[in-house]
């Protein structure tokens, strides 16, 4: 492991990027909402009188999960659309941004301003399939796609010098 620190991180986000962080968040309450959409069909054939015999359980139940399964992509199709429309409304297209993990605290530049956040005020550090994200508030992060870090490695092994094991989130 790399005991320097990594270099600025220049980033520029597209929608994709802030659709792929806002179903992160999500995920959990999708997988949720799978689950209940599929149980609330069980039961509303269960009442309706679907499954009077054992055999109408296997037409039911693939029935369910194909139904809960159109239901939560549709949350999902409706979720990317709106946080492109947000996206574009918040005037993040085409804004480079600056990302550097220094050795007190992580500055982000966007737009001309600088704003330096101490290590030990941040939340967490996560990582997504896409992304690492590094969390200042429960809903506020510091995107970093992974197509823009030259190092992975070396950004993974700062997030892990400065923060606590009980903040980080990452894979490997």
Not at 33 to 56: D, E, N, P, R, T
Not at 87 to 99: A, D, K, P, R, T
Request: hydrophobic share 45%.
């Amino acid at each position: 492991m790399s005991e320097t620190q990594p270099g600025p991180i220049r980033i520029r986000l597209k929608a994709e990027d802030y659709a792929g962080f806002q179903l992160y968040q999500g995920r959990w309450q999708l997988v949720g909402m799978f689950v209940f959409y599929a149980c609330l069909f069980v039961l509303l054939a269960k009442w309706s009188g679907l499954l009077q015999a054992a055999s109408g359980l296997a037409v039911v139940i693939p029935a369910a999960l194909i139904v809960s399964g159109l239901m939560v992509w549709y949350q999902i199709y409706r979720m990317r659309v709106r946080s492109g429309k947000r996206f574009e409304g918040e005037g993040l297209s085409g804004l480079e941004q600056q990302i550097e993990l220094a050795e007190t605290e992580v500055r982000h530049t966007a737009g001309g301003q600088t704003t330096g956040l101490p290590w030990d005020e941040i939340r967490k550090a996560a990582e997504s399939s896409r992304a690492i994200l590094i969390y200042f508030a429960s809903n506020k992060v510091i995107l970093l796609p992974k197509r823009d870090i030259a190092d992975l490695a070396d950004v993974k092994a700062a997030l892990r010098r400065h923060l606590p094991a009980s903040k980080l989130r990452l894979k490997g």
